[in-house]
């Protein structure tokens, strides 16, 4: 057994803890803490040994349960060997080994369980996606984060919180965000008969009057990428245009140089590369020094909304991956139809592009995290979470209002159900995130806050973001996560839930997912609670998450309440709220 504190930092976190366990110490605080404790304390209770027998595979700990009644008689409470092997898994979950697996061994012990499915009312939670969308911006509709509509929001559902029964809290932060100004143009001018003639006219220019000008709706036929910048370019100043292809390394980027580049967004086919992310569009525009910056949108909700064409959606960039904010580089998407009229009549053609982006992004703005709290008798955490922002274009109903609303209406029940069932065992949080759609600002800086809290307490963060499904378009729902206790339990909750609502199961299919936690997805609100509370790296927290089907209109102005589907909510809140109950009253 190491005695030195060189040879314990050699072990791993997951080796510490046993040892601790071993010792009936705590397994709680960060791998120095770990190591200490080791080095310092003194087994502060007697664990009873048993005898192992079986594979690890067998039971949590590694016990052969089938084996161990035919040698103890494990029915038979009186029995010595059951009774001596229980407390001595007893001691064990009552020590620092709770944390890792009193509540697996508990339900070990009790067999396959009996879950009690909560309610859910898919008419309160369309009025509360009603009234999200009902605090969008005036003109575009959304909630855009630092502006007052997303703080606006956040207040509505601290409100609501309130309005269900639990304390609420409203937190906000300072992030690097950007502001969105009035002024968007994008046009393309042919020049008139008189504006080539010597002495004649600027070809484009007001005085250029039989020009011919095509000009493009915001919103619909182009869209403001998060983080450009401001640009105000006229077609009189006959900019060029140079085409990039996907915008891959080996195009000629420098060619375009003081003008505007056009990129296709094409998915990688038959072991060729892809376009790459925004990100990386935006830096090569910025170290080539373009003034401009169009991607044509031509392989994502192709025909699904529009026939024969592609409708622009707005995507972010990680502004963290800047030395200097790209500040004078505007950054818009089109649909594919009027990227083909920017090729054609403008790189191939004679026309001039006209191209205003008004955007400044070398703000510091504030967004807001809502949670509503039910306490419990301990400090141990469940967190359920949603993002309450949307990208600046659309309604966002699917993305995530849908998932806001379900946060509310599980707040709700679970409000309920603590009247009638008392206090839970475990402290409920029920949080929505600002800032998620420019690089999950809000979840990540209140996870930073309360990292110390976190990480010695968080028994499951439950992640809803478009949890819709749209089942004129297609029927699925995944629900999955790196904490396999957890999956094992939302299996047996999908399988009461069928037998409770057969036409919701066989309407909305169900797959449930176990991952490793290295192949959690970094995409949305749970990341930060997966990945961040451990500053050290050697520990991941659990969550579990779901996502629905059919959202073509993603990041679209389309994204509204013409298509939302209260019904297909009733299926993840009900899953998630019931595996809420029985962590928190089991």
């Known amino acids: 057994m190491p005695d030195s504190m060189s040879e314990w930092s050699s072990k791993t976190v997951e080796e510490l803890k046993r040892e601790l366990v071993s010792r009936g110490l705590s397994v709680s605080g960060k791998k120095s803490e770990l190591i200490g404790r080791l080095e310092s304390g003194s087994s502060s209770s007697v664990v009873l040994e048993a005898e192992i027998v079986g594979t690890p595979e067998s039971s949590p700990l590694g016990f052969s ?12 409470m009186d029995s010595p060997i059951t009774t001596f092997f229980v407390a001595g898994i007893m001691i064990l979950g009552a020590t620092g080994g709770g944390i890792l697996y009193s509540d697996e061994i508990i339900e070990w012990i009790q067999g396959d369980q009996d879950y009690v499915l909560i309610e859910f009312d898919a008419n309160q939670t369309r009025a509360y996606a009603e009234g999200l969308v009902s605090l969008g911006h005036p003109e575009w509709g959304g909630r855009l984060s630092g502006t007052v509509e997303e703080e606006n929001t956040a207040q509505s559902i601290k409100t609501n919180f309130s309005n ?7 937190e906000e932060f300072e992030v690097p965000l950007f502001y969105m100004g009035n002024q968007f143009d994008l046009m393309i001018c042919q020049p008139g008969n008189v504006g080539g003639i010597i002495g004649g006219p600027t070809p484009c220019s007001i005085a250029d009057f039989d020009r011919d000008e095509t000009e493009f709706e915001h919103r619909v036929d182009y869209v403001v990428q998060g983080y450009s910048g401001d640009v105000n370019i ?15 390394e080996s195009e000629d980027w420098g060619a375009a140089a003081n003008g505007i580049g056009v990129v296709w967004l094409l998915d990688g086919q038959d072991g060729q590369a892809g376009t790459e992310s925004n990100t990386v569009l935006m830096k090569r525009a910025q170290e080539n020094s373009l003034r401009g910056l169009i991607t044509v949108n031509a392989k994502q909700n192709c025909d699904e909304l529009v026939e024969g064409d592609c409708v622009p959606y707005s995507k972010s960039l990680d502004i963290t991956q800047f030395d200097e904010e790209p500040y004078n580089i505007g950054f818009v998407m089109v649909s594919k139809s009027v990227g083909e009229m920017i090729v054609e009549q403008v790189v191939d053609g004679d026309g001039m592009l006209q191209f205003q982006v008004e955007v400044d992004n070398q703000v510091e703005a504030y967004i807001h995290v809502p949670c509503g709290i039910i306490e419990g008798e301990t400090d141990s955490l469940i967190i359920i979470g949603a993002h309450h922002d949307t990208v600046y274009n ?4 699917v993305d995530n209002t849908a998932g806001t609303a379900t946060v509310q209406e599980m707040a709700r029940q679970i409000g309920l159900l603590q009247s009638e069932l008392g206090q839970p065992k475990m402290t409920i949080y029920f949080c ?4 998620e759609e420019e690089g999950l600002w809000g979840s990540s800086e209140w996870v930073k806050k309360h990292q110390a809290k976190l990480r010695d307490n968080l028994r499951l963060y439950i992640n809803l973001d478009m949890n819709h499904v749209d089942a004129q378009r297609n029927s699925g729902l995944t629900l999955q996560g790196n904490s396999p206790g957890d999956v094992k339990r939302i299996e047996g909750i999908v399988s009461k839930f069928s037998k409770v609502y057969p036409e919701l199961a066989e309407k909305y299919d169900i797959t449930v997912r176990d991952l490793d936690s290295e192949d959690m997805p970094y995409n949305s609100d749970h990341a930060p609670f997966v990945y961040n509370l451990d500053e050290d790296g050697g520990e991941f927290g659990r969550a579990m998450l779901c996502y629905g089907s059919g959202s073509s209109e993603y990041h679209t102005y389309l994204d509204n309440m013409d298509r939302f589907n209260e019904e297909s909510l009733v299926v993840s809140g009900i899953i998630y709220g019931s595996l809420v109950r029985h962590l928190a009253w089991a």
């Open 65 to 76: 349960f089938d084996r161990l009644k035919s040698v103890g008689h494990w029915k038979n």
């Open 164 to 170: 269900s029964g639990m304390p609420s809290t409203l």
């Open 234 to 248: 006229v077609a009189s100043s006959n900019t060029q245009v140079i085409e990039l292809g996907i915008g891959n």
């Open 394 to 397: 659309g309604q966002g109903a």
């Open 432 to 435: 929505t995130w600002g800032g």
